[in-house]
Nanobody, 120 residues
Framework: QVQLVESGGGLVQAGGSLRLSCAAS????????MGWYRQAPGKQRELVAT???????DYANSAKGRYTISRDGAKNTVFLQMDSLKPEDTAVYYC??????????????WGQGTQVTVSS
């Protein structure tokens, strides 16, 4: 089956930086679009950024200019560099990947989430 293993969350002061990583794996799986979402307490999960297999990126307005998504295609790993963090960025960040098993159809898979807390 598919596994998405996230790392890199933590506590940081406002203005600081964090880098999240997510490694996707699965026997006979290929991964297309990968991305990051976040969910703050009492709020719905929202898109942060996505990246296609070819490297095309898309960002939420709140992430533009501060976050950078990148990808190591060979390792099916996606990164999220977060700079100039604000207290409102505090949330659980989830990695997402569209995985397709050889001969099958694509499905969306999720990581377990990693907590990011930004103190003022």
């Amino acid at each position: 089956q598919v596994q998405l293993v996230e790392s890199g969350g933590g506590l940081v002061q406002a203005g600081g930086s964090l880098r999240l990583s997510c490694a996707a794996s699965g026997t006979m799986f290929s991964f297309d679009a990968m991305g990051w979402y976040r969910q703050a307490p009492g709020k719905q999960r929202e898109l942060v950024a996505t990246i296609s297999r070819g490297g095309s990126t898309d960002y939420a307005n709140s992430a533009k200019g501060r976050y950078t998504i990148s990808r190591d295609g060979a390792k099916n790993t996606v990164f999220l560099q977060m700079d100039s963090l604000k207290p409102e960025d505090t949330a659980v960040y989830y990695c997402s990947a569209r995985g397709t098993k050889l001969g099958g159809v694509g499905n969306d898979y999720w990581g377990q989430g990693t907590q990011v807390t930004v103190s003022s």
